[in-house]
């Protein structure tokens, strides 16, 4: 298992010194996981959640995205017929061809950028939803001994796409000599999501843990 404090220690390796930048670094990784997530959606980032969704609440029609969501996969309802749970899907609108709002389960929705999800009926009672989204890493809430797939799979791509970034700061130009182990680390990281599609053990499907 490759920890947060491991990646920031082989970065801290490769620019020679010591702790002098140490800050600089851990947002050199953020930005760094963030390119990675930013271009590919791994299998880890999939998350599923479920609540629910209340008439008490004070903005009954809305469902809260949490803030490091990187894309919306979809949202159902679980509804109980004759003692066997059914999934009721809301289709996706444009909100300008909502013509009114009404009351009971919701038959449609939009995404408010990707903050909250809007409904356009107001639930009358509780309604029990099941949701997916794809989740970025915040690596700068983490701590030194807190792992991921992403660091398990993608420490060299990490480590020298955090050097690209850092070249600047430093007056060094890392962007060449660092790409060739880029590649290779994204390459190692492909693979890895290649065999996580054709796997159906759950240990291999890690999330993060804090």
């Not at 794809?134 to 791509?157: E, I, P, V, Y």
């Not at 492909?190 to 804090?210: K, T, V």
């Amino acid at each position: 298992m490759v920890s947060y404090l491991q990646i920031k220690e082989a970065v801290r390796d490769e620019v020679g010194k010591g702790y002098s930048i140490e800050s600089l670094i851990a947002g050199k990784i953020f930005d760094a996981v963030r390119f990675l997530e930013n271009n590919n959606s791994f299998f880890y980032m999939q998350k599923f959640i479920e609540g629910n969704l209340s008439p008490d609440s004070a903005t009954p029609r809305t469902i809260a995205l949490p803030a490091e969501c990187k894309s919306f996969k979809f949202i159902r309802f679980v509804l109980e017929d004759n003692g066997q749970d059914i999934y009721h899907y809301p289709n996706n609108i444009d909100p300008k061809d909502l013509q009114r709002v009404g009351s009971g389960l919701p038959q449609r929705f939009w995404l408010d950028g990707n903050a909250y999800i809007w409904f356009d009926n107001t639930p009358d009672v509780d309604y029990l939803y099941e949701m997916q989204f794809n989740m970025f890493t915040d690596t700068l809430s983490m701590r030194d001994t807190d792992t991921c797939w992403l660091f398990n799979n993608g420490k060299q791509a990490i480590v020298a796409k955090t050097m690209q970034l850092l070249g600047p700061s430093l007056r060094e130009n890392f962007t060449v000599l660092y790409q060739d182990s880029f590649n290779e680390g994204l390459r190692s990281l492909q693979l890895a999501q290649e065999e996580m599609e054709f796997s159906s053990s759950p240990d291999i499907r890690m999330e993060y843990q804090g």
